[in-house]
């Protein structure tokens, strides 16, 4: 397996190397961490990470993000993009993903041209290709690239190469933007945006649970725990607390989901979000 590993990220190296500079679409998780990484380590001070700010990007998820550009070194610029100006993006339809990514890519591509910049990247990986994801049909309309999909890298393998990196990413839960926990065809707004982003820190604080979701169903606050957290959670007195404290947020019902944690389970489908 590392033998693997070592290779991979040789290729990965030299898929850079043979670039004359580059931007990295950077959230801070898993891929594009990695991509920052080698990116700064392969072109240096030619190779710059851009963090998009909008309000369905949690507040520590964007503090992470900076801390760790700082410490691989990479030059980092954060830009605000607006997509929830955009009734293709509030109406909250299937693909919302995809507008957020065009609004996301024009804004680089746009950037890019000023500065001379002929390579964008962004950190999809081969996994993705059998997943749901509206948002690469953006990435194809701006010509952003994807060496992780280029080289055939997964998502093990990148948490592997990050570990050789001592990434702090390398085993963070994967942590899709505040939209995402509210059902399709329910309008966001940043009242909803502000009472998930709340919620979930407090539920986290209280608990010490690392993977959550806060399900968003109108009047119902549906959380899910990661499948092996759910004992955290099932503590009267933290109910008790989860319980009063989501309910003065403005939800009626509050619900646990028994069988924890399921990847895009709002919208009834496994493959998204």
Known sequence: MQSVIDVK??????????????????SGGVDSSLLAQ?????????AIAITADSPSIARKDLADAKELASSIGIQHIVINTFEINNPDYFTNPENRCYFCKEELFRTLKNLAKQHGIETIVDGTNNDDLF??????????????????????INKEEI?????SFNLPTADKPSSPCLSSRI????VITLE???????AENFIKQISGIQVLRLRDHGDIA?????INERNLLLNEKLLDMVDHELKNMGFKYVTFELSGYTSGS???????N
């Open 9 to 26: 990220l040789k290729k990965l190296k030299k898929w850079f190397s043979l670039r004359d500079n580059v931007i990295v679409a950077y």
């Open 38 to 46: 080698v990116a700064y380590l392969t072109l240096g001070s030619k």
């Open 131 to 152: 997943d749901y994801r509206p948002g690469t049909k953006a990435g194809d309309l701006f010509e952003i690239q994807r060496p992780f999909v280029e080289l055939k």
């Open 159 to 163: 948490r592997e190469i990050s570990r």
């Open 183 to 186: 059902v399709h065809g329910e």
């Open 192 to 198: 909803k945006l502000n009472r998930i982003e709340k």
């Open 222 to 226: 549906r959380i899910e725990v990661g």
């Open 266 to 272: 709002i919208n009834g489908n496994s493959l998204l």
